[in-house]
């Protein structure tokens, strides 16, 4: 069976948060919208979103370094949030493994958010119903559109291209070369709920920089290490280059 899911690059992730916005944008007006904001700019603003970015320090000064985590639902292969819901309104598709919500059914009981280990689910206060991550199903099922977009919106705005969508069942798939070949790990595995999204560590890595790359070759007082004559007075304006 297929299973779609995220794998996230935590060694180029920069903590843009380009992801949160354009899962914001194309979900509020979308098939799993609208996500609605509450005091949004006061100083306790709330609001529904599918998909965060955490940040966190880690190590001991002076050896630290700064994490970005995205966190979205995890379209487990055996989700909790599934079999606690009282209505049906949790399901899982069987055709490519994506977890929903149908809003239709859901009377907002947070049976399945208490369920989730991951905190993955929120409560939409205004239409009482609980609302999650949708891997942009209203996107990557359009056949209408070119296949290179059938992405969720959050891997086709990422700059660093740290969001890789694809089949983790289909070896093939650039989703699960990535986790085979560098090391792609599940989230909370002792849970035993067998989390479709999966991460790739943190590398150390680094960059050689030779001594005159530390130099300015644009300096507009220098041009081929020769001084240009600049007389007290003048500015870099006034200068006849």
């Known amino acids: ?6 794998v ?8 843009c948060h380009a992801c949160v916005t354009s899962c914001k944008e194309w979900n509020s007006s979308g098939w799993a919208g609208p ?20 940040t966190y320090e880690v190590g001991c000064y002076p050896d630290t370094e700064t994490v970005h985590f995205p966190k979205s639902c995890l379209h487990c292969e055996d989700p909790p949030c599934v079999p606690v819901c009282p209505t049906g309104a ?8 994506i977890v929903l919500v149908d809003y ?33 199903v209203d996107r990557v099922t359009d056949e209408s559109l070119p296949e290179s977009e059938r992405k969720p919106a959050c891997v086709l705005a990422c700059p660093t291209s740290a969001r890789i969508f694809g089949d983790i069942h289909d ?9 085979r070949e560098q090391g792609g790990y599940q989230l ?4 035993g709920t067998q989390p479709a999204n999966h991460y790739l560590p943190r590398r150390r890595s680094q960059m ?21 004559p600049i007389e007290q007075g003048d500015t870099l304006d006034d200068v006849a280059w």
Request: proline share 6%; net charge negative; charged share 30%.
């Open 90 to 97: 949790s399901y899982k598709r069987e055709d490519n493994g």
């Open 188 to 191: 909370q595995p002792e849970w």
């Open 208 to 228: 050689q920089i030779h001594k005159d790359e530390l130099i300015r070759a644009d300096n507009p007082l220098r041009k081929e290490e020769v001084e240009m």
């Open 171 to 179: 070896p093939q798939s650039e989703a699960s070369v990535a986790i």
């Open 104 to 136: 239709d059914k859901c009377i907002g009981c947070k049976y399945c958010s208490w369920a989730c280990p991951y905190g993955a689910r929120e409560i939409d206060a205004q239409n009482k119903v609980m609302k999650k991550c949708t891997l942009c």
């Open 35 to 54: 996500m609605p904001d509450e005091n949004p700019y006061g100083a306790d603003p709330s609001g529904v979103f599918f998909n965060r970015v955490q």
């Open 1 to 6: 069976m297929t299973q779609l899911a995220l």
């Open 8 to 15: 996230i690059d935590l060694n180029v992730c920069v903590g």
